[in-house]
């Protein structure tokens, strides 16, 4: 079992949907990063949690350290949001180094 | 840009070649990171520096591959004899010594034919 487990794997929405995308992690952690992965391209860090709730224009990520549970929410979904969304766990301790999940794959259609 | 950058964006080698990638950190980033992503999995952790001190090092990290960073600075990533199974993105991300985010780079293509 992976210490990162994203759900779903591959999802499709229709533009306008709300879209929830869920990381369950078992191995203790310092934050969770929700990554963003357009195709071709490089990771941009969308939120880095440690604890409760956290909002950027439509997206929401949210964070239960007691059940080792994150989501990621995306509301009113546009085709450009279109990517591989990855959730990154940095473990406790020294070196920072992240533990990501296998990614969730989106497509909204318009 | 004052963003982690990485070269060559691309590579294409033949097996057993060795090649070298490039990473420039963002300035005063004393961490740097790199990772290895293979197509429709998520990054894995390869190897990471405090400054110029490798400090931890995957067991993905055969002896085939290895990492500098001479200065504390930009830091190279040697994979000698490559392999097919070497074909993967390569990514690199820094972070200030006490945050906990991290910066990605672009990340660098290798194919191995």
């Known amino acids: 079992k992976n210490e990162v487990e994203q759900s779903p794997q591959n999802l499709t929405a229709q533009e306008g949907e709300f879209i929830t995308i869920n990381c369950s992690y078992s191995?203790?952690?310092?934050?969770l990063h929700w990554l963003q992965q357009h195709p071709g391209g490089g990771i941009v860090s969308l939120f880095m949690?440690?604890?409760g709730k956290k909002k950027h224009g439509r997206l929401i990520a949210t964070i239960n350290i007691q059940e080792k549970h994150s989501s990621l929410h995306i509301t009113a979904s546009h085709p450009r949001d279109s990517a591989v969304y990855i959730c990154?766990?940095?473990?406790?301790?020294?070196?920072?180094?992240?533990?990501f999940g296998q990614g969730t794959t989106l497509q909204v259609k318009p | 840009d004052t963003g982690v950058s990485q070269n060559p964006r691309h590579k294409i080698t033949k097996r057993g070649q060795n090649v070298t990638f490039r990473c420039d950190p963002i300035?005063?980033?004393?961490?740097l990171y790199w990772y290895r992503q293979t197509l429709g999995q998520g990054p894995e952790f390869l190897t990471y520096?405090?400054?110029?001190?490798?400090?931890?090092k995957s067991r993905l990290l055969s002896d085939r591959f290895s990492a500098e960073r001479p200065k504390g600075s930009f830091s190279t990533l040697e994979i000698q004899r490559t392999e097919q199974g070497d074909s993967a993105m390569y990514l690199c991300?820094?972070?200030?010594?006490?945050?906990?985010?991290?910066?990605f780079g672009p990340g660098t293509r290798l194919t191995v034919l």
């Open positions: 991300a820094s972070s200030p010594w006490s945050a906990l985010g991290q910066f």
């Open positions: 191995v203790g952690i310092s934050a």
């Open positions: 949690l440690s604890s």
């Open positions: 990154a766990a940095k473990r406790d301790g020294n070196t920072g180094k992240l533990i």
């Open positions: 300035s005063e980033h004393n961490r």
């Open positions: 520096f405090q400054n110029e001190a490798q400090l931890e």
